[in-house]
């Protein structure tokens, strides 16, 4: 994103499940942050009140398919049915590929109806080989104006993710950072 403000996209890939996400939103409304959502629709469509609170707190949301297919494995009609599934619980103009990988014609297709989102801060939150300390270093010495950084709402980066967000409000907002959501 442009870099001109003190502004930080944080981002939450692969919920919303109600163990992570509560936890998220209840963490962002403390320092007054809203962020985008890059949701499963099998998990918007399995946990509709968590899905709605993210809304309903002024939270941005993204299709980020159905099943959380790799595009880069999966038949193109196979990837597209599950982007346009997702999309019928999931309404947004917003898209973020699992794993960042799409086929050059998944991407050539998507961009009609989407805004391809990508990240260029990875916090590795999802890595259990990497400690919390590790993950929060990676934001923190990663992350500046205008940066779009990837967080997991899964239970599989939980552990770090506890750590690693409220250290990365609480240094960012010191700086005089505040977390955007995305534009739709």
Known sequence: MPGNDRALYLSFDDGPIP??????????????????????????????????????EGHAVGNHTFNHLNGWKTDDSIYFDNVRACSELVRSKLFRPPYGRLKRRQRQYLKKDFQLIMWDVLSGDFDQTITPEQCRDNVLRHAGPGSIVVLHDSLKAEQNLRFTLPAVLEHFTAKGYRFAALPA
């Open 19 to 56: 163990e992570v996400t509560p936890w998220v939103l209840d963490t962002l409304n403390a320092y007054g942050a809203r962020a985008t959502f890059f949701c499963v629709g099998d998990n918007a469509r399995k946990y509709p009140d968590v899905y709605r609170r993210l809304l309903a």
